[in-house]
């Protein structure tokens, strides 16, 4: 059985840290690509950033570059989202998911498996 699941979500202020987590069982850590997505209230999820199958290649969406990085376990299914200066504006339910495919992806359809989601949420 596949499950993603996610840690590490709270409240802090602008300007403040953030490290997530997420556990993946299930699943050959050698096939398959990680990702980490948000959804704030009332919009659409989100890409925030994907990281292939070795970690050795990462992409970020264009609103979090230079302040979130993603990072996974060497051979498992485990991925990280350290989030630093972070900003009200990246208030949100955070969820990790995972791809079959070999080229990282900024799309929601590309990715088959999602954890239930974290919550994030920063104070100005």
């Known amino acids: 059985q596949v499950k993603l699941e996610e840690s590490g979500g709270g ?7 953030l490290k997530l987590s997420c556990v993946g069982t299930g699943l050959m850590p050698s096939r398959r690509t990680m990702g980490w997505f948000r959804q704030a209230p ?10 292939s199958r070795n970690g050795g290649d990462t992409y ?8 979130f990085t993603i990072s996974r ?8 989202l350290q989030m630093d200066n972070m900003k009200p504006g990246d208030t949100a339910v955070y969820y990790c998911a995972s791809s079959s ?3 990282l992806s900024a799309l929601v359809d590309s990715y088959d498996y999602w954890g239930q989601g974290t919550q994030v949420t920063v104070s100005s």
């Open 11 to 17: 409240w802090v202020q602008a300007g403040d840290s």
């Open 60 to 67: 970020y969406a264009d609103s979090i570059r230079g302040r």
């Open 101 to 103: 495919m070999y080229l």
């Open 73 to 80: 376990t060497s051979g498992e299914n485990t991925v990280f």
């Open 42 to 51: 009332g919009k659409d999820r989100e890409f925030v950033a994907a990281i």
